[in-house]
């Protein structure tokens, strides 16, 4: 069976791409590293930002990683005084993670640049486009 489209690709090789290109785009929209930190500390601090603290195990789960891997990650955001960390006085297993205000207003000031490119999509394209990265995402 031959999974190639009419441009001689897969639907895997097209969304490749497609994933290579959205990285690429968000990447010049979202300087982060000219911000002194990665992609990942970005998105903990965009969670934390917009859910408020949150222990290390449903910080994992929200960004979707392993706890030793974001250990490290809260870590460094922890000594560049982006975070806040508590430990449970009743488990010590339960680190709590709380954005500063130099963490929100890094945060903010990045999220803001993401705003003004999405700002000249329409109501409808910003719709769909979610739609459609959720629904490859489910695939996959």
């Known amino acids: 069976m031959d999974n190639n489209n009419e441009n001689g690709k897969s639907g895997f090789g097209e969304l490749f791409l497609l994933n290579a290109k959205l ?6 929209a979202y ?8 992609r ?4 903990v601090l965009y969670m934390l930002d917009q859910h ?14 392993h706890n030793s891997n974001l250990t490290p990650v ?4 922890y000594v560049e005084g982006y975070v806040t960390r508590l430990t449970s006085q ?12 130099k963490g929100s207003n ?11 490119y999405v700002r000249n999509l ?6 769909e486009i979610k739609e459609a990265l959720l629904r490859c995402a489910d695939l996959l």
Request: avoid cysteine.
């Open 23 to 28: 990285t690429d785009v968000f990447s010049r």
């Open 31 to 38: 300087p982060v590293r000219t911000a002194g930190v990665t």
């Open 40 to 43: 990942l500390q970005s998105r």
């Open 52 to 65: 408020g603290a949150s222990t290390m195990g449903d910080l994992a789960e929200k960004l979707n990683a």
């Open 74 to 77: 809260v870590d460094q955001l």
């Open 90 to 101: 009743n488990d010590r297993r339960i680190v709590e993670i709380t954005i500063t205000e």
């Open 106 to 116: 890094l945060s903010r000031s990045l999220t803001k640049r993401i705003d003004e």
């Open 122 to 127: 329409s109501e409808t394209e910003r719709r």
